[in-house]
């Protein structure tokens, strides 16, 4: 079936710091992908997205490339801020009989440091 | 347009009770999922409702069920509380033809 594997943190890195996250997927077909971040007492805000092979998802300094060719996903910044503190999930929604089923990774803890 | 909003915000029950959370999408979107958070479980799927119906459901007991209105809100209820129904629950809507869903901010439910 379908499922995210995502990098466990915690991630604890000092402002200005480049940030990587690994995530890959297994699924059939070709999936939707994204990236989500919540903060401590709050829900999950979408962060980016990307719908297709080689498409690049892109929102505050965040990026993900969706390579279908290694089944992943990753998300990178290249210089985090104290307010990136947050911890950061990858999902993927699939096709067909579960289109309306997001699978999630366990969650990456980032910390920064100033 | 206001986001996806759920009530009530926190919840303390004893178990062997039964509980209902409320979920009202964004206005346009006719798909409400459900999720449950745990830090042990991490996020689980417990179902999904398009135009009423249940579309779509997770591994998780009959104690848990929903239900959707003809104007979109969405209620799920949980009977006869086990203290490992603890958790945050969240709410997610989508728009028709639209794959990314929008979260509410949860309703934290205690069961002691």
Known sequence: ?114 | KAGVTQTPRYLIKTRGQQVTLSCSPISGHRSVSWYQQTPGQGLQFLFEYFSETQRNKGNFPGRFSGRQFSNSRSEMNVSTLELGDSALYLCASSAPLENEQFFGPGTRLTVL
């Open chain 1, 1 to 114: 079936g379908d499922s995210v594997t995502q990098m466990e943190g915690p991630v604890t890195l000092s402002e200005e710091a480049f940030l990587t996250i690994n995530c890959t997927y297994t699924a059939t077909g070709y999936p939707s992908l994204f990236w989500y971040v919540q903060y401590p007492g709050e829900g999950l805000q979408l962060l980016l997205k990307a719908t297709k092979a080689d498409d690049k998802g892109s929102n505050k300094g965040f990026e993900a490339t969706y390579r279908k060719e290694t089944t992943s996903f990753h998300l990178e910044k290249g210089s985090v801020q104290v307010s990136d503190s947050a911890v950061y999930f990858c999902a993927l929604r699939g096709r067909g009989s579960t289109l309306g089923r997001l699978y999630f990774g366990r969650g990456t803890q980032l910390t920064v440091w100033p």
